[in-house]
């Protein structure tokens, strides 16, 4: 079913469907993630790709990642180096969703606008995937809408955007100001590798006079959207399955320490030559997908999946949490076996249905390099 919807018939299930969330908070659906399929997600789309999320782009933010990873483990040393007896607790999720957000915002906004102490965007982030979630009475019920008031969803929806767009109004001033004064200066604006991804989208405006200051604004919440909250969850998940499994962890441990060698670190080079590593990685993407149900689709015109009448704007889900635990797929489904994807085709991107964390087809997640390269 999934591979009838995501690739037999694509371009017929290519579009999205509005709800009062992603109205609100994206701008009304003006990002990649929820804008309606049509000659505006092309363009946005084909800029982000091209641009914003190449190979090339990636691997320019090589440096900041290590740097922030470095960050973050030094900070757990010190928190075991500074108490000299008993049990060190340490907040994990907190680290990790203040490292996910870190690393978005340098790469995205240019600076970092959170410490490992105060994390208020990072939550602000997590805040807005929780309201993506939440169940709107004006969605399925129009004439209900006035529920969503009583229910307090819209008073959250209005506090949270108004957060949001004060900050990036502020990113965007403080960006537009120093393109003006480089310009000033008879400069150009900066070299094109050493951009963040604001630059690059207010620079694309001289070729895209359409793509207004709100659009960008929902592109780079599509950034912390999908590369802080998603991030940071998956890697939690990634420490209580490893220390259910000592033996797992054990061999990863061992695969780390003869890739890496005497190095003082490792580096992302050498990530490549640990396979059992990667292996650890799929399978809890596996168990433990991203969005369990992925952004939902919508028919754009009528047509039949599997002998069933789909009528023109269907909303579809695609259940990936239950495709990746079914027994007809899997062996032993429910088990953390890392070793099951040992010699095994199945990838990252979606071409094999029964592993689709990331999505397929057009619509399939355009950051899945920059997200994969920072587990």
Partial sequence: MAKEIMKNQDLDFA?????????????????????????????VRKICVLELLSVKRVQSFKNLREE????????????????????????????LLTLANNIVSRCALGAKYESVDENKFGQLSRDVFRLLGAFSFGDYFPSLGWLDVVSGLTSKLKKVSKELDAFFDQVIDEHLLRHSKLQDGHSQVEDIDKLDLTDILLLSRKDNPNISRNNIKAIILDMFTGGTDTTATIMEWAMPELIKNPKVMKIAQDEVRRVVGNKCKLEEEDIKQMDYLICIVKEILRLHPPVPTLAPRESSKGTQIAGYDIPQRTIVYINVWAIHRDAKLWDDPEEFRPERFINNHIDFIGHEFEFIPFGSGRRGCPGILFGLIRF
Avoid: H, M
């Fill in 15 to 43: 579009n999205r469907p509005s709800s009062t969330a992603t109205n609100a908070l994206f701008y009304g659906c003006t990002d990649i993630g929820f804008a309606p399929y049509g000659e505006y997600w092309r363009q």
């Fill in 68 to 95: 922030e990873v470095d960050t973050v483990i030094q900070k757990i040393s010190s928190l075991f180096s500074s108490t000299k007896e008993g049990e060190v607790v340490i907040n994990l999720s907190e680290l």
